[in-house]
């Protein structure tokens, strides 16, 4: 069947979903997430009870496998130390330079995650049109450049996040400091960190949900992203309280930013635990 017969679903430029009729009859479907997190292109076949899978090859599926529980472990690991700093620097049972070394290390694991979820977009096996599809197993990466696609630029625009992290992280070991010397340098690119998780989240969103707004309670997919988006938004809601008032050198609430990285952290654990089950 030709390109007409095909039917593209997602949002603006960004194409989440293709559904067409094979020629042995039936309907395949691929989405963007499945394929590439578990390289799989729905088949449904007259007299089928339920939908089969058209399943990517061997050397895929260990790549999705390797590279889905490496970004897992690091999300994992980034989660428990920045919701560890936040307990400590909340419950006073170290200094603010013991709290800040702890965020640190959970930065490292965060950009860690970052990137390999950068490898799983530019790695995943790609839908070739015609016939019933099929996914095919390119060479190796370690970089491409696609902005039409959603799945690449969530995970870039979430990479490029946990970078601005680290540079408040790193500021945050300078001692010394003005109010407006913190704003500028500690609590401006925390800000514009926690933007560029929030504007990745919406993106994988856009991908999961093909462009519409939807809860689809038997997803784990779709459970991944809105409890990593839950995270960014608590986040948001920490970095904001975080702002140094000039007039006083003190925060609009220190509690609030302290359990806003807790929660938030704690979100972004769970997420990556439930990732562990997100694979071919």
Same mark, same amino acid.
């Given at each position: 069947?030709?390109?007409?017969?095909?039917?593209?679903?997602?949002?603006?430029?960004?194409?989440?979903?293709?559904?067409?009729?094979?020629?042995?009859?039936? @309907?395949?479907?691929?989405?963007? /997430?499945?394929? /590439?997190? $578990?390289?799989?292109?729905? =088949?449904? +076949?007259?007299?089928?009870?339920?939908? /089969?899978?058209?399943?990517?090859?061997?050397?895929?599926?260990?790549?999705?496998?390797?590279?889905?529980?490496?970004?897992?472990?690091?999300?994992?690991?980034?989660?428990?130390?920045?919701? @560890?700093?936040?307990?400590?620097?909340?419950? #006073?049972?170290?200094?603010?330079?013991?709290?800040? *070394?702890?965020?640190?290390?959970?930065?490292?694991?965060?950009?860690?995650? #970052?990137? =390999?979820?950068?490898?799983? =977009?530019?790695?995943?096996?790609?839908?070739?049109?015609?016939?019933?599809?099929?996914? =095919?197993? $390119?060479?190796?990466?370690?970089?491409?450049?696609?902005?039409?696609?959603?799945?690449?630029? *969530?995970?870039?625009?979430?990479?490029?996040?946990?970078?601005?992290?680290?540079?408040?992280?790193?500021? *945050?070991?300078?001692?010394?400091?003005?109010?407006?010397?913190?704003?500028?340098?500690?609590?401006?690119?925390?800000?514009?960190?926690?933007?560029?998780?929030?504007?990745?989240?919406?993106?994988?969103?856009?991908?999961?949900?093909?462009?519409?707004?939807?809860? +689809?309670? /038997?997803?784990?997919?779709?459970?991944?992203?809105?409890?990593?988006?839950?995270?960014?938004?608590?986040?948001?809601?920490?970095?904001?309280?975080?702002?140094?008032?000039?007039?006083?050198?003190?925060?609009?609430?220190?509690?609030?930013?302290?359990?806003?990285?807790?929660?938030?952290?704690?979100?972004?654990?769970?997420? #990556?635990?439930?990732?562990? #089950?997100?694979?071919?």
């Amino acid at each position: 069947m030709g390109q007409s017969d095909r039917r593209a679903e997602g949002a603006g430029p960004f194409t989440t979903r293709l559904t067409w009729h094979p020629p042995d009859g039936g @309907t395949a479907v691929w989405e963007s /997430r499945p394929a /590439r997190r $578990r390289g799989l292109i729905s =088949v449904h +076949r007259p007299g089928d009870a339920a939908p /089969r899978n058209a399943v990517a090859d061997d050397t895929a599926l260990a790549r999705l496998r390797r590279l889905n529980a490496i970004a897992a472990t690091a999300f994992v690991i980034g989660g428990a130390l920045f919701a @560890t700093g936040a307990a400590v620097a909340q419950f #006073g049972s170290g200094d603010a330079t013991t709290s800040t *070394s702890v965020y640190f290390a959970g930065g490292l694991f965060f950009n860690t995650g #970052g990137y =390999v979820s950068l490898l799983q =977009v530019v790695n995943a096996p790609r839908h070739v049109p015609g016939g019933e599809g099929a996914l =095919v197993t $390119r060479r190796w990466r370690w970089w491409s450049y696609e902005p039409a696609r959603a799945d690449w630029l *969530s995970a870039f625009v979430l990479l490029a996040g946990t970078l601005v992290f680290a540079v408040d992280l790193l500021d *945050s070991f300078l001692r010394g400091l003005t109010a407006h010397q913190v704003n500028r340098l500690v609590w401006a690119p925390d800000v514009i960190g926690c933007v560029l998780f929030l504007i990745s989240g919406h993106l994988a969103m856009v991908e999961i949900c093909h462009g519409r707004p939807c809860v +689809r309670q /038997r997803d784990l997919g779709w459970w991944i992203v809105a409890v990593n988006q839950l995270g960014s938004v608590l986040f948001m809601v920490s970095a904001l309280a975080a702002y140094t008032r000039p007039a006083t050198g003190s925060l609009v609430n220190a509690d609030i930013a302290d359990w806003g990285t807790l929660t938030g952290a704690l979100c972004f654990l769970v997420g #990556g635990i439930l990732q562990y #089950g997100e694979r071919p």
